[in-house]
C-alpha cells in the first residue's frame, strides 16, 4: 500500500499521535516499533473511521489483495491494539464487530492535522531575579498572544493533552502562541525558595521581556487570570486584549467564606498525601471536581499531570499563594477589551467570580459556558463556541 509518508498526516488519539510522513506512532510521548504492516493497518482504520471496515477491504488496501489467513489478519490486529494501549477486552479504539469487520471508535483530535501546518514549539530558558531557571515555549506564527502559567503546567506534556491540546492548537493558527511554566513546577526550576504571588507575578515579567514582545493578547487561565489582570493593569499600553477563561480575582482565602477557607486547607492535606499516587483517593477527588464529565482518556491525562508537573511539595506550596490571591482592586485598572469565559455548573471557581470579574471590568464581555468542567473540553458543544468566540474576539 506505500501509505506510510505519502500523506504527511498527524493524527492524535486517545494517548497516541501517528505520523503518517515519518511513519511514527508515539504512545505517551514514547516512540513505539510498529511493523510497516501494522501501521498501515492503523493508518486505514483512522482513515475510514466513519464506517466498518471489512476484513476483505483491508486485506486489499493493507495486503493489495495477497492470500491472508484469518490467525495473520488477527494477529496484526491485535498487534494494532496494542501498540495504540487498547487490547482485545477493552476495544477502547479498535472494535472488531463479529463476522463483519473492525471500527476505529476512539476519538481523533479534529480531523487530522496536515504536517506541513503542524506548529513546531520551540522551548526556551529565561531567569528570574532570584535565579530561578524559567522555560517558555514559542509556536506559529501571527499576532502574538502570551498565555499566563496555571496551577500545574508542562511545555511539552500539555502540548499533547487532550485536556489542553485542542484549545492550544486552535489558537496558533495563524498567531504566535507563548506560554510559560510556572517556577517549581514543569520545565522550569522545582527547586525554589520563593512560590509568593510576588514571584509568581515577577515571572511573567520576566518571560515577556525576554520573548522580546511589545504588545500582544494575553489569555488567562483558572489561576492565570489574576496574573493577566495584575500584568495588562500594570501594563494598559502592552495588551491589546484580555481572555479570562475559568478564572477569579480573588482565592480562595479572600472570599470572605469560612466554607471556601475549609475547603482550601482540607484539599490541601489530600495532596500531602495523595499527590501522584495512581491508588490515592484525592487523584480520583482531583478529576472528578476539576473535570466531571471528561471521558476516560482525558481523566487519564489529567491525573498524570500531577506527577509530570511537579511534586507534592511543590503542588501545596504553590497552591498556598493561589488560594491567597486578591487582584481585586486591578480590576478597575484593566482598559482593554476583554472576554470572560466561564463554566455556568464548575466548582472549581464559582460564577460568581466571573460575574465580580464583568462588572469590576469596564470593557469586559461575560459568556457563560454550559459545561460542569473547570476548562470546558472538545467534545463538549461548549468548546467549539467559546474557541469561536475567543478567536472573533482577538480578530476585533
Known amino acids: 500500500m506505500a501509505r506510510s509518508g505519502s500523506d504527511g498526516m498527524i493524527y492524535r488519539f486517545q494517548q497516541c499521535e501517528l505520523d503518517t510522513e515519518r511513519a511514527e506512532l508515539r504512545f505517551r510521548g514514547e516512540l513505539r516499533r510498529v511493523e510497516p504492516q501494522v501501521f498501515d493497518l492503523i493508518v486505514h482504520l483512522i482513515e475510514q473511521r466513519d464506517r466498518l471496515v471489512s476484513k476483505d477491504e483491508l486485506i486489499e488496501e493493507v495486503w493489495n489483495g495477497?492470500?491472508?489467513s484469518d490467525a495473520t489478519l488477527s494477529s496484526r490486529i491485535s498487534s494494532a491494539r496494542s501498540a495504540v494501549g487498547d487490547?482485545?477486552?477493552?476495544?477502547?479504539?479498535?472494535?472488531?464487530?463479529p463476522r463483519r469487520g473492525y471500527?476505529?471508535?476512539a476519538s481523533v483530535d479534529g480531523s487530522g492535522l496536515s504536517r506541513k501546518t503542524e506548529k513546531q514549539q520551540t522551548v526556551r530558558y529565561c531567569t528570574a531575579q532570584d535565579g530561578t531557571r524559567l522555560a517558555y515555549g514559542v509556536s506559529g506564527e501571527g499576532p502574538p498572544l502570551v498565555k499566563t502559567m496555571s496551577w500545574l503546567n508542562h511545555l511539552e506534556?500539555?502540548?499533547?493533552?487532550?485536556?489542553?491540546?485542542?484549545?492550544?492548537?486552535?489558537?496558533?493558527?495563524?498567531?504566535?502562541?507563548?506560554?510559560?511554566?510556572?517556577?517549581?513546577?514543569?520545565?522550569?526550576d522545582w527547586d525554589v525558595e520563593d512560590c509568593s504571588y510576588d514571584a509568581l507575578a515577577g515571572d511573567l515579567e520576566t518571560v515577556v521581556d525576554a520573548s522580546g514582545l511589545r504588545s500582544f493578547a494575553?489569555?488567562?487561565?483558572?489561576?492565570?487570570?489574576?496574573?493577566?489582570?495584575?500584568?495588562?493593569?500594570?501594563?494598559?499600553?502592552?495588551?491589546?486584549?484580555?481572555?479570562?477563561?475559568g478564572g477569579?480575582?480573588?482565592?480562595?482565602?479572600?472570599?470572605?467564606?469560612?466554607?471556601?477557607?475549609?475547603?482550601?486547607?482540607?484539599?490541601?492535606?489530600?495532596?500531602?498525601?495523595?499527590?501522584?499516587?495512581?491508588?490515592?483517593?484525592?487523584?480520583?477527588?482531583?478529576?472528578?471536581?476539576?473535570?466531571?464529565e471528561a471521558n476516560t482518556e482525558q481523566i487519564q491525562w489529567w491525573t498524570e499531570l500531577q506527577r509530570v508537573a511537579t511534586s507534592p511539595e511543590?503542588?501545596?506550596?504553590?497552591?498556598?499563594?493561589?488560594?491567597?490571591?486578591?487582584?481585586?482592586?486591578?480590576?478597575?485598572?484593566?482598559k482593554a477589551p476583554t472576554l470572560i469565559l466561564h463554566s455556568k455548573r464548575e466548582e472549581v471557581a464559582p460564577f460568581a467570580e466571573a460575574r465580580r470579574m464583568a462588572a469590576g471590568i469596564s470593557n469586559a464581555a461575560l459568556l457563560p459556558l454550559d459545561s460542569a468542567n473547570h476548562l470546558v473540553l472538545n467534545h463538549e458543544p461548549a468548546w467549539q463556541n467559546a474557541v469561536d468566540a475567543v478567536l472573533e474576539f482577538l480578530d476585533s
Open 66 to 68: 495477497r492470500i491472508v
Open 87 to 97: 487490547s482485545g477486552d477493552t476495544q477502547d479504539t479498535i472494535r472488531t464487530i
Open 103 to 105: 471500527r476505529f471508535v
Open 157 to 188: 506534556f500539555d502540548w499533547e493533552s487532550p485536556v489542553f491540546g485542542p484549545l492550544f492548537r486552535a489558537l496558533n493558527e495563524g498567531r504566535q502562541l507563548l506560554r510559560y511554566d510556572s517556577r517549581g513546577a514543569g520545565l522550569s
Open 218 to 245: 494575553m489569555l488567562g487561565i483558572s489561576q492565570g487570570a489574576a496574573l493577566a489582570i495584575d500584568y495588562a493593569a500594570r501594563h494598559p499600553d502592552r495588551v491589546s486584549h484580555l481572555i479570562l477563561w
Open 248 to 292: 477569579y480575582a480573588r482565592g480562595r482565602n479572600r472570599r470572605g467564606r469560612t466554607e471556601d477557607t475549609e475547603q482550601a486547607e482540607a484539599f490541601k492535606v489530600l495532596m500531602r498525601h495523595g499527590w501522584g499516587k495512581q491508588s490515592s483517593t484525592f487523584l480520583r477527588m482531583f478529576a472528578s471536581l476539576y473535570l466531571p
Open 314 to 334: 511543590n503542588a501545596v506550596r504553590l497552591r498556598d499563594s493561589i488560594d491567597e490571591i486578591e487582584v481585586s482592586d486591578k480590576l478597575a485598572r484593566v
